[in-house]
């Protein structure tokens, strides 16, 4: 099945910096790559997501940007505020699969 | 808003009790998942359903079963609690997209944080 691999497993940033968090997966079938959010006491809610025909995609200040070949993908946040400070999940999922295969997590801190 | 919500926030059971978690969604999703997440383990698929009385075992499916009768309501069941199925659990719900056929995001609920004693 599916593995990935989610690095660092915490990431402390001054407000204002850029955070990038970096996923590796194994299954060059993955073809769906989401980010979830999860903030203290509640459940993981989806923020981006892109597919396998797209390298990168934006929305405000979070992107993600996938590279098929090297087979990982990475979350960029510009001009972090407080409110970003929680835990994100990448995920993967393989064409024609329901199932998504999770990172660990990664706990971002910023410090106001 | 899609919403899925769970039946409890908090649940504090005794070993070897029987424990139902209760999960419903509005969205007329076909997909149900429960997980449970632990420090540093990340989120562990227990179970899924892909339809009414459909199920697939997930990667830890031992000491769990599911029941899922109606569409919008999947239930994870602790045949016989022990402590160390003290977790969070988490139920999401995720549909096709009707286009591209497609499956689409998972949407969570808010999570039951089971203490078993």
């Known amino acids: 099945g599916e593995n990935v691999e989610q690095h660092p497993s915490t990431l402390s940033v001054q407000e204002g910096d850029s955070a990038v968090i970096k996923c590796t997966y194994s299954?060059?079938?993955?073809?769906?790559f989401p980010w979830y959010k999860q903030e203290l006491g509640k459940g993981p809610q989806l923020i981006i997501d892109?597919?396998?025909?797209?390298g990168e995609k934006k929305d405000q200040r979070i992107a993600v940007t996938l590279n098929k070949t090297a087979k990982h993908f990475s979350l960029h946040i510009t001009e972090t505020q407080p409110e970003d400070s929680a835990v994100y999940f990448c995920?993967?999922?393989?064409?024609?699969?329901?199932?998504?295969?999770f990172g660990k997590g990664n706990q971002v801190v910023v410090i106001p | 808003d899609v919403k899925v919500t769970q039946s409890s926030r908090y649940l504090v059971k005794r070993t070897g009790e029987k424990v139902f978690l209760e999960c419903v969604q509005d969205?007329?999703?076909?997909?149900m998942f429960w997980y449970r997440q632990d420090p540093g383990l990340g989120l562990r698929l227990i179970y899924f359903s892909y339809d009414v009385k459909m199920k697939e075992k997930g990667d830890i499916p031992e000491g769990y079963s599911v029941s899922r009768e109606k569409k919008e309501r999947f239930s994870l069941i602790l045949e016989s609690a022990s402590t160390n199925q003290t977790s969070m659990y988490l139920c999401?719900?995720?549909?096709?997209?009707?286009?591209?056929?497609?499956?689409?995001?998972?949407?969570f609920g808010p999570g039951t944080r089971l203490t078993v004693l």
């Open positions: 999401a719900s995720g549909g096709i997209d009707g286009t591209s056929r497609n499956y689409n995001e998972q949407f």
């Open positions: 969205m007329d999703h076909e997909n």
């Open positions: 299954d060059s079938a993955s073809n769906y």
């Open positions: 892109i597919r396998s025909n797209v």
């Open positions: 995920a993967a999922r393989i064409y024609g699969n329901n199932r998504l295969a």
